[in-house]
């Protein structure tokens, strides 16, 4: 695995020696280290759960929580992690496999699928990753070992026919997830209305054909709304997240915060479009989601799923951890 410090210049073309080579020397003088992280540092306790049964011991006694009153960590384009060459600079968002994802504690998953190579496969953008049954295997795996902890996928297909989206569904999706799969119980469903039926997978399908393919599936927009600030200024991210919470009064859509920043002309001279070296370097993602959570309340509730890049690197698990913990101790 290489550094994040050098993971840019080892795979970046010629075009970027020039901001590589101030990368290196910012780097080795001490100008580029995380202390420049915004919002800025914060402290965190332990988590008093394992990551990969937070649900399980959380909830036991609170079964009757709505998925969307619970602070959610999630991963962005969360099967890009097999990304190599110089795509692993501007789309891998993180080098952790969706197991490793889920036994880490995020429970809402990115999932951009395309038929490439003669197969299914996970991608990013135009950049090819690993092949989509292996990240159902895994998924499958987990959700059957862990029947309490509720998996929210949220599934973009690119490209796609639909005769391809059929195969897709009939061949992959349902033979490794089916048996694991609620029917879609509505934006209030609890803890409860899932273990009632011995079920912890939620399928949110892109797309308004997602009853085509099976009952299992959930309209990702009725279930989902999401938020993404397009830019690699943290500071705007920060100002443009908070500007979107009064959009949360009165919906009872789980709601995503995509917590992530994009590279841009900016992010090519200091990060040779890095974005695991950008992240790194100046996004504290657990800072970010204790002030979002902070200022939501004036609105009547919290953006509950938390979506980051590269979770390997930060605390975004343990921040969430922290506000299910206060919350349900009613502080």
């Not at 009853?211 to 599936?217: C, I, K, T």
Request: proline share 6%; hydrophobic share 40%; aromatic share 10%.
């Amino acid at each position: 695995m290489l550094s994040r410090s050098r993971k840019a210049a080892l795979i970046a073309p010629p075009l970027l020696i020039l901001g590589i080579a101030y990368h290196f020397l910012a780097d080795g003088l001490g100008w580029m280290g995380t202390s420049g992280r915004r919002p800025g540092p914060v402290n965190l306790p332990p988590s008093p759960y394992d990551p990969p049964l937070w649900m399980t011991q959380a909830y036991a006694e609170a079964p009757d929580t709505a998925l969307r009153d619970v602070c959610i960590p999630g991963t962005h384009d969360s099967g890009s992690y097999a990304i190599l060459g110089l795509g692993e600079n501007v789309a891998q968002t993180t080098e952790w496999t969706l197991k490793e994802q889920l036994e880490g504690g995020y429970r809402y998953l990115d999932l951009r699928l395309a038929w490439r190579e003669d197969a299914f496969r996970m991608v990013h953008g135009i950049c090819t990753s690993a092949l989509a049954e292996e990240g159902f295997q895994d998924i499958g795996d987990f959700a059957r070992d862990r029947p309490r902890e509720i998996v929210l996928l949220k599934l973009v297909p690119i490209g796609l026919d639909t005769s391809r989206r059929h195969r897709l569904a009939q061949e992959l999706i349902l033979p490794h997830l089916g048996d694991r799969m609620a029917e879609p119980l509505g934006t209030g469903a609890t803890f409860a209305d899932f273990w009632e039926r011995d079920k912890n997978i939620v399928l949110a399908w892109c797309g308004d054909d997602f009853n085509d393919y099976s009952p299992l599936f959930w309209h990702k927009e009725a279930l989902v709304m999401e938020h993404w600030s397009n830019t690699d200024d943290v500071d705007f991210l920060i100002e443009d997240q908070l500007a979107f919470l009064p959009e949360l009064k009165g919906q009872d859509r789980l709601h995503v915060a995509q917590l992530v920043l994009t590279p841009s002309k900016r992010s090519f001279f200091l990060y040779g479009l890095s974005i695991e070296d950008m992240t790194y370097r100046e996004l504290n993602q657990a800072s970010l989601i204790l002030l979002l959570s902070k200022k939501a309340w004036a609105y009547g509730r919290a953006p509950n799923i938390m979506m980051v890049d590269f979770p390997e690197q930060q605390e975004a698990f343990q921040a969430c951890m922290e506000i299910n913990r206060l919350s349900l101790r009613g502080s």
